[in-house]
């Protein structure tokens, strides 16, 4: 009788693990921009002649991953096991870098990587830390990035941006936490704009 009752309460506990399981939904979460470029901060006055390609984010391995990355204490972190990135970070930042860029008129033509025309610059984007900062009650969305623009016939810099920045959230939620990320991205990349347009002397040949 014992043994029957035990097997009993052992298919209840599998039982209720599983359903336990199934009610679990995953969240995907998405870093993302639409094309409005009715707040650019700088106008649209000439263009930089030549090709300008897109390289591969770089991205550490920590948070190249599509778990989202909590930082809960200085050399600790940990990975959401049911809220996740709906696609890998390097693919879709390369893809806010594209709309961006396409939108914002700054070179004569812009590609993604492997296009067929060897670029006259190169785009080049570092991502070192892509984390939610766990505080006592408070979420933090981190973002560390650098942004540079490479001459391709020498391999020289022309023109570079790094930022670091951390914003608060209004609420422990990783939607909010995707929205920041977001954001911050095209924020920073809002400034690498203006940086251009202020060093166009940097850039040969140029379009009237």
């Given at each position: 009788m014992k043994s029957i009752l035990s097997t009993a309460l052992g298919l209840m506990i599998l039982l209720s693990g599983c359903l336990s399981e199934k009610a679990a939904i995953n969240r995907h979460y998405t870093i993302e921009w639409t094309d409005d470029r009715?707040?650019?901060?700088?106008?649209?006055?000439?263009?930089?002649?030549?090709?300008?390609?897109?390289?591969?984010?770089?991205?550490?391995?920590?948070?190249?991953?599509?778990q989202i990355v909590n930082?809960?204490?200085?050399?600790?972190?940990?990975?959401?096991?049911?809220?996740q990135w709906a696609i890998r970070p390097s693919v879709a930042v390369m893809e806010v870098l594209r709309t961006y860029l396409e939108g914002a008129g700054l070179f004569e033509s812009v590609s993604a990587r492997?296009?067929?025309?060897?670029?006259?610059?190169r785009f080049s984007t570092t991502i070192?830390?892509?984390?939610?900062?766990e505080t006592k009650n408070q979420f933090q969305a981190h973002?560390?990035?650098?942004f540079r623009i490479i001459?391709?016939?020498?391999?020289?810099t022309l023109v570079e941006h790094r930022a670091d920045r951390t914003e608060s959230l209004a609420k422990r939620e990783l939607n909010l936490f995707a929205t920041a990320i977001s954001e911050m991205l095209v924020s920073e990349l809002r400034t690498f704009e203006v940086l251009i347009r202020n060093q166009t002397s940097e850039f040969v040949p140029e379009i009237p």
């Open positions: 009715k707040e650019a901060e700088a106008p649209v006055t000439r263009l930089i002649g030549g090709l300008c390609e897109i390289e591969q984010v770089e991205i550490s391995p920590l948070y190249e991953k599509t930082r809960s204490d200085s050399h600790e972190i940990t990975y959401y096991k049911y809220h492997y296009s067929r025309d060897i670029p006259d610059y070192r830390q892509l984390e939610v900062i973002l560390h990035l650098e001459n391709n016939a020498d391999g020289n």
